[in-house]
């Protein structure tokens, strides 16, 4: 199967005019144009096909957002080739734009003092959409997302939650292929968050559409992603199914102990306490070096159990430690 988006050393270097500090330096500045190259993307490559589910992730200023500018067409790479369905993005912007959807966490599609069902409409005559089509989708979406309250108020009367899930739908009123998610659940309540969750899981394993997401909320990678890009310094440092990426940065795995009593001290080898709060004990250990059934064995047979509960360690530190490895957390 070809890729529906090809990068193959793409890079993009912004110019910067060089501040000078002081009266002098400020003066010189006026006549001269000292320029300094930033590189935000640095020989990117990858390839994703049609239907999958991707995570685009790395600290801030790892370039994520000036990547998915380029695939939406917004930049044109400065090194490298690009390829979304088979065209240059910025050169074939128009044709691609009725193929994607695109949601930026901070930015609005919407029209700020038009009613939303306005807006929606707006949206659909940009893309030709035809109107039985148009109304079918835009139903579905509103009863997915919760929208029903809101049609007749304008945009800049919506919570930011509300804001968000309009946001969603009207990106998708046209039925994209591929679906650009960057932070679309920043500042989001735990219920909006569920329901942009959902939505994008139907659409991506239901009709099969393409989904790149860059989020900090890992829980929406854990939700969403089948596999995980990960970059830093603008190039890329893994590419893999997450629990690949699990497996290679951070194997242990975590004992949760509910004790009839208050939570002992355990010594064994090639196990950590992580936490004691009252009568429960989180440890952290490696199956490798102490196989599951043997700790647990062990720790009933000395203590008396209420529960018990094993699991892996959270995304975000399996994320974190993986930018320690390679140098790559924020300065």
Do not use: C
């Amino acid at each position: 199967m070809s890729p529906i988006i090809s990068a193959s050393g793409v890079g993009k270097t912004f110019r910067q005019l060089k501040r000078q500090s002081g009266f002098g330096g400020a003066i010189r500045s006026l006549f001269s144009r000292d320029y300094a190259e930033i590189r935000a993307v640095d020989g990117i490559s990858f390839a994703i096909k049609p239907g999958e589910a991707v995570g685009y992730l790395g600290p801030n200023g790892a370039g994520k957002s000036t990547m998915i500018k380029m695939m939406t067409g917004i930049l044109t790479p400065s090194a490298g080739t690009l390829s979304v369905f088979g065209r240059e993005p910025h050169a074939n912007r128009m044709v691609n734009a009725r193929e994607i959807g695109v949601v930026f966490g901070q930015r609005s599609q919407l029209w700020w003092d038009l009613p939303v069902s306005e807006g929606f409409d707006l949206l659909a005559d940009i893309y030709r959409v035809e109107p039985a089509r148009y109304r079918a989708n835009r139903d579905e979406l509103v009863a997915l997302l919760r929208l029903e309250r809101v049609l007749d108020q304008p945009v800049r009367q919506l919570s930011l939650g509300q804001r968000m899930r309009a946001e969603i739908a009207a990106a998708l009123l046209h039925e994209p292929d591929i679906l650009f998610l960057d932070e679309p659940t920043i500042g989001l309540d735990a219920p909006s968050k569920l329901a942009v969750r959902e939505v994008v899981r139907r659409l991506n394993r239901e009709r099969g559409v393409t989904v790149l997401l860059t989020t900090h909320d890992m829980h929406d990678i854990e939700a969403l992603a089948q596999r995980v890009i990960v970059i830093g310094h603008g190039q890329v440092l893994a590419d893999s199914p997450f629990e690949a990426l699990r497996a290679n940065v951070l194997a242990e795995r975590r004992l949760v102990i509910d004790f009839a009593h208050d939570a002992p001290e355990i010594t064994m080898a090639g196990v950590e306490i992580r936490s004691r709060q009252g009568q429960t004990l989180e440890l952290a250990f490696d199956p490798a070096q102490t196989p599951t059934p043997n700790l647990i064995g062990a720790i009933a047979a000395a203590h008396e159990v209420v529960d018990i509960h094993v699991g892996e360690p959270a995304i975000e530190e399996v994320i974190a430690r993986f930018y320690d490895l390679h140098g790559a957390g924020e300065a």
